[in-house]
């Protein structure tokens, strides 16, 4: 583990707050957020901030999915059918970046979000 300044840790804290207040709200967080704050600010190697992104993103997932729950936004049948596949897709990509180049993660990770924020942004609904 890398030696952390005080501000270092404030301003861990603080992307922690932020990334938490995005994940409630748009329900994501992870890749979209964590993933380039650590690697464009904090200097975190791609592989190590791919595994502590989804490390972060467990408690901040079950907190966010019990609030939604709690305003009867949350579908436990679907959640438990796609907990089925994803369990498996989260070991075979875990798996697969490893044998990846860290900037060529980086590149893949921003078209993806780039074509999903288009289509987001011309859908009709």
């Not at 901040?60 to 936004?73: C, D, E, I, K, P």
């Not at 949350?74 to 994803?86: E, F, P, Q, V």
Request: with cysteine; proline share 3%; net charge positive.
């Amino acid at each position: 583990m890398a030696t952390l300044s005080w501000l270092g840790i404030i301003g861990l804290v603080l992307a922690g707050i932020f990334v938490g207040t995005f994940s409630g709200f748009f329900g994501l967080g992870g890749g979209v957020i964590i993933i380039p704050i650590l690697t464009e600010v904090f200097k975190v190697e791609p592989h190590r901030a791919l595994g502590t992104s989804l490390a972060v993103m467990i408690p901040t997932a079950l907190v966010g999915a019990l609030r939604h729950a709690h305003y009867g936004n949350t579908d436990l049948k679907i959640a438990i059918i796609m907990w089925c596949g994803s369990l498996l897709g989260a070991f075979l990509g875990a798996t697969l970046v490893s044998q990846i180049p860290g900037g060529l993660v980086k590149k893949l990770l921003a078209i993806i979000i780039i074509l999903l924020a288009i289509r987001m942004f011309f859908s009709k609904s």
